[in-house]
């Protein structure tokens, strides 16, 4: 009964994280939540004044479908004083959320059958959004030696007469790995040679810890062409709920994925789009209290993890997730099926514990844990780990 094209999707795992969590703490479980990949900060004030103010001022008609022009000058101008990259309004499309312009993106642009590179570790939702637009993900080993970063090399044996488009997700969810401008400048010389798509999805752009952050699309006009930047308000200012996302890309793209939002969706709430223009206008200083708080938390929760030998991770240097290997607890943990699953349920279960098993991301031997939390829970979090992995040490 229901459609085909729904066979070959995978129902999200983290979902049913969260499901299982929900149940324990009704349950009056104790549980520390590492799972969220949602920040824990609240929107800023004047955002969410200016929503207040929209709804007052009847601000709640229809309006363009590619998002309020007062929202896309706002961005052109966060693009060009903050990322390098000049970009007109009609650039721009706004959307519910960065997924929404991720898929609305695909549709534009993929046809079936197409190739689309996925580097590993990917972010849970990319291989089902490129099924269901008729794609074909093609999944990219990447190896720890070279901290889970694609390059040139890597990629060539991927190559075919299909590839269309690549996924570059920076900085990554799940490993918070971040590129820099000489390897983005051969990955995109590298597109721009075998004429591939760039889907650059910058979404925890403003979550870095080191010196500063490089869009890809700024490297070049040739690379700009051939990229659709993905960036929203989900993270930097945490408004998840708000749902609002954009792309930025060239105008032959951006009227496609116009036309597409506008037979879908039209556009996203106005109210919300309000909101955002004042978060870009107003409240540009939160992202950078927010950045320092992660930064903190993340040298925090890396020094515990340097005592827990046997977990492996490479140390992020943006978003706000840890990508730990657990493989040396393979043998460790009885288990049929999949080792991530089991280890993140045995965490759960006995540490009360929360974390996304790495089969969500493409890599069975992880889990990811994330510090969208206080430094107490931090600590208390860690520490039941430790215990736990310290028992795991001591089974024969
Ligand atoms: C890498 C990545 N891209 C996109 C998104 C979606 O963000 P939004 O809430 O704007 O749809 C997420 C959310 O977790 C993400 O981790």
Redesign the pocket.
């Known amino acids: 009964m229901l459609s085909n094209r729904l066979q070959a999707i995978t129902p999200s795992f983290t979902i049913n994280i969260s499901a299982k969590v929900s149940e324990m703490k009704e349950q009056g479980k104790d549980v520390i939540d590492f799972s969220i990949?949602?920040p824990d900060f609240n929107v800023p004030q004047l955002a969410k004044t200016a929503a207040i103010e929209a709804l007052d001022l009847d601000k709640t008609k229809y309006d363009k479908i590619c998002g309020l022009s007062e929202l896309r000058l706002a961005i052109t101008k966060k693009l060009m004083d903050e990322n390098n990259l000049f970009y007109e309004i009609e650039n721009i499309v706004v959307s519910?959320?960065?997924?929404?312009?991720?898929s609305n993106t695909l549709m534009a642009l993929i046809n079936p059958e197409d190739e689309v590179l996925v580097p590993k570790p990917y972010?849970?939702?990319?291989p089902e959004m490129i099924k269901l637009t008729g794609g074909v993900p093609v999944f990219v080993e990447t190896p720890n030696r070279n901290q889970y970063k694609i390059t040139p090399q890597l990629l060539s044996p991927y190559l075919t007469s299909k590839t269309k488009m690549i996924f570059l997700?920076n900085p990554?969810?799940p490993s918070g790995i971040v590129y820099s401008s000489e390897e983005l400048l051969q990955i995109g010389e590298f597109c721009v040679k075998n004429n591939i798509y760039i889907l650059a999805?910058e979404?925890?752009e403003r979550i870095y810890f080191n010196d500063s952050f490089t869009s890809i699309a700024s490297l070049g006009q040739d690379i700009k062409d051939k990229t659709i930047t993905?960036n929203?308000?989900?993270?930097s200012f945490a408004m998840?709920g708000l749902?609002?996302?954009y792309s930025a890309s060239n105008i032959e793209i951006a009227k496609a994925i116009s036309v597409i939002q506008g037979h879908l969706a039209s556009h996203p709430s106005t109210i919300s789009q309000w909101a955002a223009t004042a978060a870009l206008n107003h409240c540009n200083h939160e992202p950078a209290i927010m950045r320092k708080t992660y930064k903190k938390r993340r040298d925090l929760a890396v020094s515990m993890l340097n005592a827990m030998e046997e977990l492996k991770y490479v140390t992020p240097q943006g978003?706000f997730y840890i990508f730990i290997d657990i493989s040396a607890f393979k043998k460790k943990l009885g288990y049929s099926g999949s080792f991530s699953v089991a280890f993140s349920n045995s965490l759960l279960e006995n540490a009360l514990v929360a974390s996304v098993p790495g089969i969500a991301f493409g890599m069975d031997d992880f889990i990811r844990i994330s510090y969208t939390c206080s430094e107490k829970h931090l600590l208390e979090g860690l520490n039941r780990m430790h215990t736990f992995v310290r028992s795991l040490q001591m089974t024969k």
């Open positions: 990949g949602e519910n959320g960065a997924k929404h312009a991720i972010w849970v939702s990319y997700t990554s969810n999805d979404i925890y993905i929203g308000f989900s993270k998840t749902r609002i996302g978003a």
